[in-house]
Nanobody
């Protein structure tokens, strides 16, 4: 599975961005897709995840982004999105999309099998 993340950029505080993560290669009809982020000098942290099946799309969010970020999916396009609103300087990071062939209930990177290359989000104050 290859994951290609896009949509990062420079935005002012309070602005919005929409990240996309398209999957190619071997794909799965179930599992979990997620987003993590890593600020300079810090560990990679969970942002959001969504289950990947035709029947449901259960979502989870880190407390720090609840109410501001929305994860969604288009199974037909094999793509997951992260809509980010009310962005803050502390949201500045490289954002990585990830995929697991299992339903992931936790929030640690080790639970995900595949990773995209990352896209940089910079929020200027």
């Amino acid at each position: 599975v290859q994951l290609q993340a896009s949509g990062g950029g420079l935005v002012q505080t309070g602005g919005s961005l929409r990240l996309s993560c398209a999957a190619s290669g071997r794909t799965f009809s179930s599992g979990t897709r997620g987003w993590f982020r890593q600020a300079p000098g810090k560990e990679r942290k969970f942002v959001s995840a969504i289950t990947w099946s035709w029947s449901d799309g259960i979502t989870r969010y880190a407390d720090s982004v609840k109410g501001r970020f929305t994860i969604s999916r288009d199974i037909g396009k094999n793509t997951v999105y992260l809509e980010m609103n009310s962005l803050k300087a502390k949201d500045t990071a490289v954002y990585y999309c990830a995929a697991s062939i299992r339903v992931v209930r936790g929030s640690v990177p080790e639970e995900f099998d595949y990773w995209g290359q990352g896209t940089l989000v910079t929020v200027s104050s």
